[in-house]
T-cell receptor, first 112, second 115 residues
Framework: GDSVTQMEGPVTLSEEAFLTINCTYT??????LFWYVQYPGEGLQLLLK?????DKGSNKGFEATYRKETTSFHLEKGSVQVSDSAVYFC???????????FGGGTRVLVKP | EAGVAQSPRYKIIEKRQSVAFWCNPI?????LYWYQQILGQGPKLLIQ????????DSQLPKDRFSAERLKGVDSTLKIQPAKLEDSAVYLC?????????????FGQGTRLTVV
C-alpha cells in the first residue's frame, strides 16, 4: 500500500539556520504531495502542496519540490524563526478513493 | 468561514468504558475523515465518509469502534469498550470534493486518555 517516510526528529536548530526535513513516498500512480504543520495546541494545517512531478510548492518561506525520480518531497526553509517550532507532516493524496496518507511527523524546535 | 468543529477537546475515561466524539465539518464538504494520532506518530486513517456513505474503514477496529455520519453532515465516532492503547488524539478532517489535491481541513482534535 501507499506509505510516507519522514526523517525522525526532533530537529533542533538555532534561529536563522537552514532547515531540511526529508520525505520519501511509496505509491502507485501519480499522487499529490503535501506538507502539513501542527503548531503546539493546534490542529493540522496545510503548509504547501504539489500536484505533479517537478512542481514546487511554497508558503511562508518554506519550499518543497516534487521529485518523481527519487520519490521525494523534501521540505526546506532558508532561515528559520522561533515561531517555526512545530511538528511537520508529509502526506500524499490519491485521487482514486480521495485517500490522504501521512508520514510519522518530524518535530522541529528552533531556539533563539 | 467556520472551521471543522470537534468536541470534546479532552476526555479521560477508565478502560472498558465507552466514549463518543463529535465532529461538525465545514459546510458543504462532502468528504469527512477520522484519524487516530498516537503520541509521537503520524495520523492513521480510521474511517472515511463520502457524504453519508463509508468509503474506507479498513483500519477501523470494528469490534470496538463505530462511526456514523448522519445526513452527510455531522459525524460521531464511538469506542466501546475502550482499551489503554486507545489513548490518542482523534482528529476529524473534511474536504470539499474528491479529485486532485483537495485540501483537507482539520479540527483541533479530541485528546483521549484511557486509564
Amino acid at each position: 500500500g501507499d506509505s510516507v517516510t519522514q526523517m525522525e526528529g526532533p530537529v533542533t536548530l538555532s534561529e536563522e539556520a537552514f532547515l531540511t526535513i526529508n520525505c520519501t513516498y511509496t505509491a502507485t500512480g501519480y499522487p499529490s504531495l503535501f506538507w502539513y504543520v501542527q503548531y503546539p495546541g493546534e490542529g493540522l494545517q496545510l503548509l504547501l502542496k504539489a500536484t505533479k512531478a517537478d512542481d514546487k510548492g511554497s508558503n511562508k518561506g518554506f519550499e518543497a519540490t516534487y521529485r518523481k525520480e527519487t520519490t521525494s518531497f523534501h521540505l526546506e526553509k532558508g532561515s528559520v524563526q522561533v515561531s517555526d517550532s512545530a511538528v511537520y507532516f508529509c502526506a500524499l493524496h490519491k485521487a482514486a478513493g480521495n485517500k490522504l496518507t501521512f508520514g510519522g511527523g518530524t518535530r522541529v524546535l528552533v531556539k533563539p | 468561514e467556520a472551521g471543522v468543529a470537534q468536541s470534546p477537546r479532552y476526555k479521560i475515561i477508565e478502560k472498558r468504558q465507552s466514549v463518543a466524539f463529535w465532529c461538525n465539518p465545514i459546510s458543504g464538504h462532502a468528504t469527512l475523515y477520522w484519524y487516530q494520532q498516537i503520541l509521537g506518530q503520524g495520523p492513521k486513517l480510521l474511517i472515511q465518509f463520502q457524504n453519508n456513505g463509508v468509503v474506507d474503514d479498513s483500519q477501523l477496529p470494528k469490534d470496538r469502534f463505530s462511526a456514523e455520519r448522519l445526513k452527510g453532515v455531522d459525524s460521531t465516532l464511538k469506542i466501546q469498550p475502550a482499551k489503554l492503547e486507545d489513548s490518542a488524539v482523534y482528529l476529524c478532517a473534511s474536504s470539499f470534493q474528491p479529485g486532485k489535491a483537495p485540501e483537507a481541513f482539520f479540527g483541533q482534535g479530541t485528546r483521549l486518555t484511557v486509564v
